[in-house]
């Protein structure tokens, strides 16, 4: 787990099963309204929600607020 990253449990153990590159993958490839275009998100918080993992942060790039859903599997 990258440090200042909070999630909660169960959003931990869904993170922990998805592999390290498509970890990677997601994290750099998030919309960001500001920009208009894909950026990757940092200092993020993860957790679940109805079966899918949503993580909140901000845009690399203006440091706007962005989100990834990783829908259940």
Not at 17 to 28: T, Y
Request: with cysteine.
């Amino acid at each position: 787990m990258v440090e200042g990253v909070k999630f909660t449990p169960l959003a931990a153990r869904r993170w922990a099963e998805l592999d390290v590159q498509f970890q990677i993958r997601l994290l750099n490839n998030v919309w960001c309204v500001n920009c208009r275009k894909t950026t990757s998100i940092v200092q993020y918080d993860g957790r679940m929600e109805r079966g899918d993992l949503i993580l909140e942060g901000f845009c690399i790039k203006c440091g706007g607020p962005v989100a990834r859903v990783v829908e259940g599997m």
